[in-house]
C-alpha cells in the first residue's frame, strides 16, 4: 500500500500537467498496481465533448503497460483547481470514469483530495453494470 497521502501528492503533482486549455480545471489521476503508480491528466481537444477525464488517461496509462484489469488497488484524484473546502460534488470522480473505475478497478480504494474518506466503487457507482 502507498500511503494516502503519498498518493494524493502524486496526483497533485501530475495535475500540473493536465492538458485544459478550454475549462482550465486541472485534474490529475494516480493508480497503484502490483505496488507500481500509473498517472494521468484530464486531456481536452477542441470537440470538447471528446475530452478525457484524468482518471481514464491513469487507467488507460495502467493497462498499457501491462496491468491486469481488476489488480488496481489504489487511486488518487486531485482537482487542483476547486477552493479548499468547495462541495465534494466539485471533485469526485465523472459518471463516465465510475464506469471505468467498476471495470477496472472494482477493488481499488479511492482518495478524493480534500476530502478524508476512502471510497470503494460501490459508494460512488451502487448497482453499476458489468458483465465479466
Ligand atoms: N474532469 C476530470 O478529469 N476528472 C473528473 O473527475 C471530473 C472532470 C475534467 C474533464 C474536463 O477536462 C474538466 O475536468 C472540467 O470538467
Known sequence: MIPREELLSLAREVALKAHCPYSHFRVGAAVVAGGKTYIGVNVEISSYGLTLCAERSAL???MAAGVV???VTQVA??????PQGAPI????PCGACRQ???DLAPHAIIYVDGDMRDFTIEDLLPYAFGHH
Open 69 to 71: 484489469a481488476r489488480s
Open 77 to 82: 484524484v486531485a482537482c487542483i483547481d476547486v
Open 60 to 62: 488507460a496509462a495502467a
Open 89 to 92: 460534488q466539485d471533485r469526485t
Open 100 to 102: 471505468w473505475l467498476a
